[in-house]
């Protein structure tokens, strides 16, 4: 029982352009989300959240939208770098009641080409 | 400050020996966990210790044990490795009524 799913096993976008990278949940205690992202060889690093009483959050170029009627949330990166490229997941959390226990996606592989 | 950290990078058992993997945080955390990585399955919780001196399963416990030797160190032990605990394992920490995770580099495990 996959209670967040990224659907795109791979992204592949050209320098200067958007990457929208979605992920869904099915659990409706989950009001906390993250995106990790993660390069070869290293453990994922939080890049950015945000709570369910938020529908928009922006930090630079990196932006997430949550649609919580439609239990989905996208990333959006603009412009798109080459450095960018890595695996990014999706992580949810039941706040308060979790002990900070996080249910992530299966990943989805960025690649920017120059 | 260097945050999270695993030993070893890498080890290869065979099946049925036995191992324990380390994690050990500088943050002052609270709370820590064992994930492993497989591929087309992103992250699974294996165990948690939301607090020191408390354990408990996360997703997939089967095949192993943890200690939360103290408020720093959170360990991982695999008594009798199977080809099925081949994986990456990543150790996280958090602070407490925080939700932003740290993971260490990972530990690269292969049992034959």
């Known amino acids: 029982d996959q209670q967040v799913k990224q659907n795109s096993p791979s992204l592949s976008v050209q320098e200067g352009r958007i990457s929208i990278l979605n992920c869904d949940y099915t659990?409706?205690?989950?009001?906390?989300f993250l995106w990790y992202k993660k390069y070869p060889a290293e453990g994922p690093t939080f890049l950015i959240s945000?709570?369910?009483?938020?529908d928009k959050n922006e930090d630079g170029r990196f932006t997430v939208f949550l649609n919580k009627s439609a239990k989905h949330l996208s990333l959006h990166i603009v412009p798109s770098q080459p450095g960018d490229s890595a695996v990014y997941f999706c992580?949810?959390?039941?706040?308060?009641?979790?002990?900070?226990?996080?249910?992530f996606g299966q990943g989805t592989i960025l690649t920017v080409h120059p | 400050n260097a945050g999270v950290t695993q030993t070893p990078k890498f080890q290869v058992l065979k099946t049925g020996q036995s191992m324990t993997l380390q994690c050990a945080q500088d943050?002052?955390?609270?709370?820590m966990y064992w994930y492993r990585q497989d591929p087309g399955m992103g992250l699974r919780l294996i165990y948690y210790?939301?607090?020191?001196?408390?354990?408990d399963k996360g997703e997939v416990p089967n095949g192993y044990n943890v200690s939360r030797l103290n408020k720093r160190e959170f360990s991982l032990r695999l008594e009798s490795a199977a080809p099925s605990q081949t994986s990456v394992y990543f150790c996280?920490?958090?602070?407490?009524?925080?939700?932003?995770?740290?993971f260490g580099p990972g530990t690269r495990l292969l049992v034959l």
């Open positions: 992580a949810a959390s039941a706040y308060g009641t979790s002990y900070g226990k996080l249910t």
């Open positions: 659990n409706s205690m989950f009001d906390y």
């Open positions: 945000i709570s369910s009483i938020k």
């Open positions: 943050m002052n955390h609270n709370s």
């Open positions: 210790s939301a607090s020191e001196g408390t354990t």
């Open positions: 996280a920490s958090i602070k407490q009524n925080q939700e932003t995770q740290y």
